[in-house]
Nanobody, 111 residues
Framework: QGRLEESGGGLAQPGGSLRLSCVASGTTFRIFSVHWYRQAPGKQREWVAT???????KYAGSVEGRFTISRDNAKNTAYLQMNSLRAEDAAVYYCNSFGTWGQGTQVTVSS
């Protein structure tokens, strides 16, 4: 059964950057789209970005132009590069693919 594991979260200042990673195992990663979601305290989980098996990308309006999703199939890994971070980007970020969720990684944005 496939698994996903996120990493790269932490504390960033407003305007700063972080890069999240999502490593897949136990499945044919390259044939699946990969999605990033986030959930802030007291809020519903929301979709952030998608990269398809062919490399096409889509973004939520709130992150368009600031976040970049990508994938490296040779490493079974997807990334979320987050620039120009804002306080409202603080959340637990989750990776989703092949019907599976990772455990999440915490992103805190504070000065």
């Amino acid at each position: 059964q496939g698994r996903l594991e996120e990493s790269g979260g932490g504390l960033a200042q407003p305007g700063g950057s972080l890069r999240l990673s999502c490593v897949a195992s136990g499945t044919t990663f390259r044939i699946f789209s990969v999605h990033w979601y986030r959930q802030a305290p007291g809020k519903q989980r929301e979709w952030v970005a998608t990269v398809t098996s062919g490399g096409s990308t889509k973004y939520a309006g709130s992150v368009e132009g600031r976040f970049t999703i990508s994938r490296d199939n040779a490493k079974n890994t997807a990334y979320l590069q987050m620039n120009s971070l804002r306080a409202e980007d603080a959340a637990v970020y989750y990776c989703n693919s092949f019907g599976t969720w990772g455990q999440g990684t915490q992103v805190t944005v504070s000065s």
